[in-house]
T-cell receptor, first 113, second 115 residues
């Protein structure tokens, strides 16, 4: 099955700095890579996703890049703000049969004012 | 659309008691999942279902059971509760075919304490 590794487990930055979270996946058939944000005490919610036919996607201060050859994808947050503090999960999924998304272990992002 | 609805939000169980966590979705999603999340940890898959009448074990199924009699509902049953089952439980759903797949939508979670 798919295996997703996520790094770092904790990331501490100053407000205004950039943050980068990296994930690698094992199955080259994976074609959908969502990122979820989980605020304290809340449910995980999608913030951005990318499909395998695209190399980069941006949405305001967040962006995701995908390198299919190396089998890794990254989340980039620019101009971080305290409200960006949360746990971020990456996931990878394969589009057939007993598909289930495989999640990374999560990154706790702390943005210091 | 209510999305994914979980009940209850909080529950305290005594060791050995049983309970059912309810999960319902109104998005006509074929896939449904149950995860547990221990403090400071990631999401561990307990059980999942790819459609009505079909369920399968995830990473940590021991002590739990599920059923999927309808597309909408995916209850999680805890038998003989143990302190190790103290956790936050999330139900989720998504839509997947052989050509495409979508994001997972999560319920608001159930915080369960076994004492």
């Amino acid at each position: 099955g798919e295996n997703v590794e996520q790094h770092p487990s904790t990331l501490s930055v100053q407000e205004g700095d950039s943050a980068v979270i990296k994930c690698t996946y094992s199955d080259s058939a994976s074609n959908y890579f969502p990122w979820y944000k989980q605020e304290l005490g809340k449910r995980p919610q999608l913030i951005i996703d990318i499909r395998s036919n695209v190399g980069e996607k941006k949405d305001q201060r967040i962006a995701v890049t995908l390198n299919k050859t190396a089998k890794h994808f990254s989340l980039h947050i620019t101009e971080t703000q305290p409200e960006d503090s949360a746990v971020y999960f990456c996931a990878a999924s394969i589009p057939w049969g007993s598909y289930i998304p495989t999640f990374g272990r999560g990154t706790s992002l702390i943005v210091h004012p | 659309n209510a999305g994914v609805t979980q009940t209850p939000k909080f529950r305290i169980l005594k060791i050995g008691q049983s309970m059912t966590l309810q999960c319902a979705q109104d998005m006509n999603h074929n896939y449904m999942y149950w995860y547990r999340q221990d403090p400071g940890m990631g999401l561990k898959l307990i059980y999942y279902s790819v459609g009505a009448g079909i369920t399968d074990k995830g990473e940590v199924p021991n002590g739990y059971n599920v059923s999927r009699s309808t597309t909408e509902d995916f209850p999680l049953r805890l038998e003989l509760a143990a302190p190790s089952q103290t956790s936050v439980y999330f139900c989720a759903s998504s839509y997947s075919t052989t050509d495409t797949n979508t994001e997972a939508f999560f319920g608001q979670g159930t915080r369960l304490t076994v004492v």
